[in-house]
């Protein structure tokens, strides 16, 4: 089974970008769909971005679009999150996940394994 690892979170200012990476650990993505989430203090864990690994696929947020963009390195096994102008909005834990389905990119419930999470924080 694959763990995913998240990393490159940080505190930023407003107006920054960002890439957060989600490196796979045991087994390669290969076969999965690779969702990254983000649950802000106070509120639910929220979907953001995913991918199927195996055909590119990718899918959003309507609130991110635009700002967020998801990818992948297939020799490094990692799938990668960028995030341009930032606002303290998004400041929140990211998790990056994984699991072996047809439909519900978008429900955390779907994806069997998560990262330990990654934090950003966005300053006015």
């Known amino acids: 089974q694959v763990q995913p690892v998240e990393s490159g979170g940080g505190l930023v200012q407003a107006g920054d970008s960002l890439r957060l990476s989600c490196a796979a650990s045991?087994?390669?993505?290969?076969?999965?769909?690779i969702g990254w989430f983000r649950q802000a203090p106070g509120k639910e864990r929220e979907f953001v971005a995913a991918?199927?690994?195996?055909?590119?696929?990718?899918y959003y947020a309507d609130s991110v679009k635009g700002r967020f963009t998801i990818s992948r390195d297939n020799a490094k096994n990692t799938v990668y999150l960028q995030i341009t102008s930032l606002r303290p909005e998004d400041t929140a834990v990211y998790y990056c996940?994984?699991?072996?389905?047809?439909?519900?990119?978008?429900?955390?419930?779907?994806?069997?394994?998560w990262g330990q999470g990654t934090q950003v924080t966005v300053s006015s």
């Open positions: 991918m199927r690994w195996n055909i590119g696929s990718t």
């Open positions: 996940a994984a699991g072996v389905f047809i439909v519900g990119v978008t429900t955390a419930a779907r994806y069997n394994y």
């Open positions: 045991g087994r390669t993505f290969s076969g999965y769909n």
